[in-house]
């Protein structure tokens, strides 16, 4: 019997659940790197640059072992888009906030990243979605506001956006940017070769910037691994399913996968961390995810796209 084969919007929606998996425990891990304010260990700068510049050089081993071809003039565009979003601005920002809250607090207001995808998508790829997807965003915002107001008054400072907040939105919508101006090319270059050359091209910028920034006091191990996760997995491995996932299933449907995003986030600070799992911060999570969810009906099917395959190395003579 012939295996039947997965339908490509499928395949898309479960290589999105993967790289959600893996970019779940970014939040955690950044924090373990960066440390809190009264205890810090590598700086938010010194985190964006080196994790940067350690998946620039697994770049540069993949692209050599598999022959790529240079971007095209086109292609560099999008590719700088990703760049500013996913390698320089999403971790900055998330690396300054975590320092004032914790990873389950920065989990919920995360959790608008499917949505800020979505917008993202429909405005650079075109994708159409319904009146009742663009209302169930604006809900899933005003629960994030509702949340942000709720913990500042918690913590003595009134009703309003703290300037973690602003932090977190920030990095939302670096992320959100750099993911679909990075599925945009990764038809024609192939979602491996799309990650590879925006750490690449980040290089000049962030090796520079690694060497500048170096810690000069004692750092823990932990905060090390925690570098070496970010570096290797969140800014790297991870983009291999995503960018790849974003491309077949369509990225306002697959950008929907992150509503898995928050539940991961908190649950892995519980023993990375041992950060309580509060009521409170996993209710609103539940309720902004409930909005994502529901949103996800409005959503039209994807075109199919042609990804283009990791070219296979010649075979020696």
């Not at 540069?60 to 320089?88: C, D, E, H, W």
Request: with cysteine; charged share 10%.
């Amino acid at each position: 019997m012939t295996p039947t084969r997965m339908h490509p919007e499928t395949q898309g929606l479960w290589l999105g659940v993967l790289g959600v998996a893996v970019f779940a425990v970014t939040l955690p891990m950044t924090r373990l790197a960066t440390g809190t304010a009264d205890a810090p260990q590598l700086t938010p700068w010194f985190i964006t640059f080196a994790r940067a510049a350690l998946a620039g050089g697994l770049s540069i081993v993949f692209l050599v072992m598999t022959r790529s071809p240079l971007p095209t003039p086109a292609q560099r565009k999008p590719l700088a888009m990703a760049l500013l979003g996913n390698a320089m601005g999403y971790p900055l920002f998330l690396g300054f906030a975590l320092r004032q809250v914790t990873s389950g607090h920065a989990a919920v207001i995360t959790a608008l990243l499917p949505l800020a995808t979505a917008a993202v998508a429909a405005w650079v790829l075109h994708q159409r979605a319904r009146l009742g997807f663009w209302l169930c965003a604006l809900l899933g915002a005003a629960l994030v506001v509702a949340y942000s107001w709720f913990r500042a008054h918690q913590h003595g400072q009134g009703f309003g956006l703290v300037w973690a907040d602003v932090l977190l939105l920030g990095a939302v919508a670096s992320a959100a940017t750099g993911y679909v101006f990075g599925a945009k090319v990764t038809p024609a270059l192939g979602a491996e070769q799309v990650i590879c050359w925006v750490c690449v091209m980040a290089l000049p910028l962030t090796v520079p910037g690694t060497l500048l920034t170096w810690p000069e006091h004692s750092v823990k191990l932990s905060a090390w691994l925690a570098l070496g996760y970010v570096g290797v997995f969140s800014m790297w491995a991870g983009f291999f399913a995503w960018y790849r996932g974003l491309a077949l299933g369509g990225a306002l449907r697959v950008s929907q996968t992150q509503l898995l995003q928050p539940f991961f986030s908190i649950l892995a600070a519980v023993p990375l961390l041992g950060e309580p799992l509060e009521t409170v911060t996993l209710g609103f999570a539940l309720a902004v995810v409930a909005t994502v969810f529901a949103g996800k009906r409005f959503v039209g099917p994807a075109r199919t796209l042609t990804i283009a395959p990791v070219p296979a190395s010649p075979t020696p003579r």
